[in-house]
C-alpha cells in the first residue's frame, strides 16, 4: 500500500472517528422529523457537511422552496469557496483537473484544517487517504443514527457531541501558541463570533454567514497587522 | 417523505454544496503572488475553526457546565499539542464526568 495514502488515512482517522458521533446525532434528526434511514444516509453521501445538511434538513421537513434551499446552501457554505482558494495554493503538481473535482467534494472544514497544517505541497495518494476515514465515518454515523438513534442513552450522546469541537482545538491551538499571528486571529474570531452570539441587534445572523463574516474580518485584520513575506514560510 | 420531492431538494442541496467546492479549487490555478491575498488565505483557517468551535462548544452537551469542563480539559491539551483523536476522546471523558459529578447533587 502507497505510503502517501496510508499517512492521510491515519491522518484522517480522528477525523472519521469525530464525525461518527456527530453524524450519528444527524441521522436521528432525519428520521424523527420524518425521513426514512436511506434517505438520511443519501444525504450524508452527497453532501459531506455539518451545518449544511442541518440547515437543509429543516428546509426540507418544512417544505419551502428549492430556491430556498439553494440560498441557504450557498450562505452556509461559502466558507468552502475560500478554503478551497486557500487549499488550492498548496496542490502539488500531480493534483489536476479531474482529481482536483474529485478531491474537492471531500473539502470539509477538518480535512481541509489538517490538509493545510502540511509542511510540503499536497499528493493526491495523501488527500485520497485522507478523505477516505472521514467520508466512511459521516455515512456510517448517519445510518447508525438514522437506524438506532433512539437506543442511546443521553448521557453518551451528550458526551460525543463535543467530540468534533475539541478536535477544532487541536487543530488550532498549538500554532496559536507558537505564531503571535494565527494567535490574534483566533481571538478576533471568537470575539465577533461571541459579538454575533450574544448581541441583542445580531442574534438573529444565521450561523453559517457568522462563520463567513468572523473568517473575514479576522483573516483581513491578520494580512493587514501580519503580512507573510516569505512564500516558503506559507505553511508553518 | 415522497421520495421524488425528496429527490430535488437533495439535487439542489448536494449540486450546490459541491460547486462551491469544487470551482474554486479546479478552475482557480494560478499561484498567487499578492502577499495580501496570500495572508489573507493562510489566516482563513484558523479563523473559521475558531468561529465555529466558540460558542459553539458551549451548547454541544445540552449542559453549559459539562461542556465548560470539555472546554478547559480540550484546551489544556491542545495547548501541549497532544493529537486530534487524543483531545477529543479527553473532552469526551471530561463531559462524562461532569455528568456523573452532576448526578451526585
Known amino acids: ?236 | 417523505m415522497s421520495w421524488p420531492t425528496y429527490l430535488l431538494y437533495l439535487a439542489v442541496m448536494a449540486g450546490v454544496t459541491y460547486l462551491i467546492r469544487m470551482l474554486p479549487l479546479t478552475v482557480f490555478r494560478k499561484e498567487i503572488k499578492s502577499v495580501f491575498i496570500r495572508s489573507f488565505l493562510h489566516y482563513v483557517p484558523y479563523a473559521v475553526l475558531a468561529a465555529m468551535t466558540i460558542p459553539g462548544i458551549l451548547t454541544s452537551t445540552g449542559d453549559i457546565r459539562t461542556a465548560i469542563a470539555g472546554l478547559v480539559v480540550a484546551v489544556a491539551m491542545a495547548w501541549r499539542g497532544m493529537s486530534l483523536l487524543s483531545v477529543a476522546i479527553g473532552a469526551c471523558l471530561a463531559v462524562a464526568a461532569a455528568q456523573g459529578v452532576l448526578l451526585l447533587f
Open chain 1, 1 to 236: 500500500m502507497n505510503k502517501l495514502f496510508l499517512k492521510g488515512v491515519k491522518h484522517g482517522l480522528p477525523i472519521g472517528l469525530g464525525y461518527l458521533s456527530v453524524s450519528f446525532a444527524f441521522g436521528t434528526q432525519c428520521t424523527s422529523g420524518g425521513l426514512s434511514v436511506l434517505q438520511a444516509l443519501l444525504i450524508s453521501m452527497t453532501n459531506l457537511t455539518s451545518a449544511g445538511q442541518l440547515a437543509g434538513l429543516q428546509v426540507m421537513l418544512a417544505g419551502s422552496s428549492l430556491i430556498e434551499m439553494a440560498l441557504t446552501q450557498f450562505i452556509i457554505n461559502l466558507r468552502y469557496a475560500l478554503m478551497g482558494l486557500s487549499l488550492g495554493q498548496k496542490l502539488g503538481p500531480t493534483m489536476n483537473t479531474p482529481r482536483r473535482m474529485f478531491f474537492s467534494f471531500a473539502n470539509t472544514d477538518e480535512i481541509f484544517a489538517v490538509a493545510s497544517a502540511q509542511p510540503e505541497k499536497l499528493h493526491h495518494h495523501y488527500l485520497y487517504g485522507l478523505m477516505l476515514m472521514p467520508y466512511i465515518g459521516w455515512s456510517l454515523g448517519t445510518l447508525l443514527g438514522a437506524a438506532a438513534g433512539a437506543i442511546l442513552p443521553a448521557f453518551v450522546s451528550n458526551a460525543l457531541g463535543i467530540a468534533i469541537y475539541g478536535m477544532f482545538l487541536a487543530i488550532i491551538l498549538p500554532p496559536a501558541r507558537k505564531e503571535k499571528p494565527v494567535r490574534a486571529v483566533v481571538l478576533i474570531a471568537i470575539a465577533i463570533s461571541l459579538l454575533f452570539s450574544y448581541a441583542p441587534m445580531l442574534k438573529g445572523v444565521s450561523g453559517g454567514f457568522v462563520v463567513i463574516i468572523c473568517a473575514v474580518v479576522a483573516a483581513t485584520l491578520g494580512a493587514i497587522l501580519f503580512p507573510i513575506q516569505d512564500e516558503g514560510r506559507n505553511a508553518a
